[in-house]
């Protein structure tokens, strides 16, 4: 069984950079490895939909979303089956938890996303 791990909660202030780490270990049930697998991140809100952050495919592609692009970039190390985002110039609508997920497929929407994080808590403040 799969498992995706998350670095620990962020305690910010407006204007800092943060870096959160996903992880994965475990066999995907599919036989592939975690290296041919999308990773994506995504963030929720109470009362809110999870909105996509960012995303990297296996052969490196990017995609970021709308409220955090041109400040982020995700990153991935598949001899450490990680994948990192990094966040610049926060802001307190940045305040969520964030998760990661993987996908077969180089998408941004989280109903195909399977095999999540356990969610990391990110707190930016003014």
């Known amino acids: 069984q799969v498992q995706l791990r998350q670095s620990g909660e962020v305690l910010a202030q407006a204007g800092d950079s943060l870096g959160l780490s996903c992880t994965a270990s475990?066999?995907?049930?599919?036989?592939?490895?975690?290296?041919?697998?999308?990773v994506g991140w995504f963030r929720h809100n109470s009362g809110k939909e999870r909105e996509f952050v960012a995303a990297?495919?296996?052969?490196?592609?990017?995609h970021y979303g709308d409220p955090v692009k041109g400040r982020s970039t995700i990153s991935r190390d598949n001899s450490k089956n990680t994948v990192n985002l990094r966040m610049n110039s926060l802001k307190p609508e940045d305040t969520a938890v964030y998760y990661c997920?993987?996908?077969?497929?180089?998408?941004?929407?989280?109903?195909?996303?399977?095999?999540w994080g356990q969610g990391t808590q990110v707190t930016v403040s003014a």
């Open positions: 475990g066999s995907f049930a599919s036989g592939r490895s975690f290296s041919g697998y999308t």
């Open positions: 997920a993987v996908d077969i497929i180089f998408q941004f929407k989280p109903q195909t996303y399977h095999y």
């Open positions: 990297i495919s296996p052969n490196g592609d990017t």
